[in-house]
């Protein structure tokens, strides 16, 4: 079972930003991929940007160029670390954002953060 812990996020103004943090830990294996999904209110979650354990990177449209996903490992492999740095946010990217780590079939989630914008 991986357990995901997030942190980060909050409120910001239309142009700001601000960096989301989420520490995998538990029984994980070598190759992974790790993500951030968002759902705003009526909205059907969605995958704004994703990264495997390898380092290749995967983005929605619309946050490419303003989102960066990164990630950092344990060498012993006990825990992951993934990182998204939000620029220039904008009201409709307020949203609650989800941590996941997917590894084979299973995936998990984190519980989830609020990231407003205000304009």
């Known amino acids: 079972q991986v357990r995901l812990v997030q942190s980060g996020g909050g409120s910001v103004q239309a142009g700001g930003s601000l960096r989301l943090s989420c520490t995998a830990s538990g029984d994980m294996l070598s190759f992974n991929v790790m993500a951030w999904h968002r759902q705003a209110p009526g909205k059907q979650r969605e995958l704004v940007a994703s990264?495997?354990?390898?380092?290749?990177?995967?983005?929605?449209?619309s946050a490419k160029g303003l989102f960066t996903i990164s990630r950092d490992d344990a060498r012993d492999g006990s825990k992951n670390t993934v990182y998204l740095q939000m620029n220039s946010l904008q009201s409709e990217d307020t949203a609650v954002y989800y941590c996941?780590?997917?590894?084979?079939?299973?995936?998990?989630w984190g519980q989830g953060t609020q990231v407003t914008v205000s304009s």
């Open positions: 996941n780590h997917r590894q084979g079939y299973k995936a998990s």
């Open positions: 990264i495997t354990s390898r380092g290749r990177t995967n983005y929605l449209d």
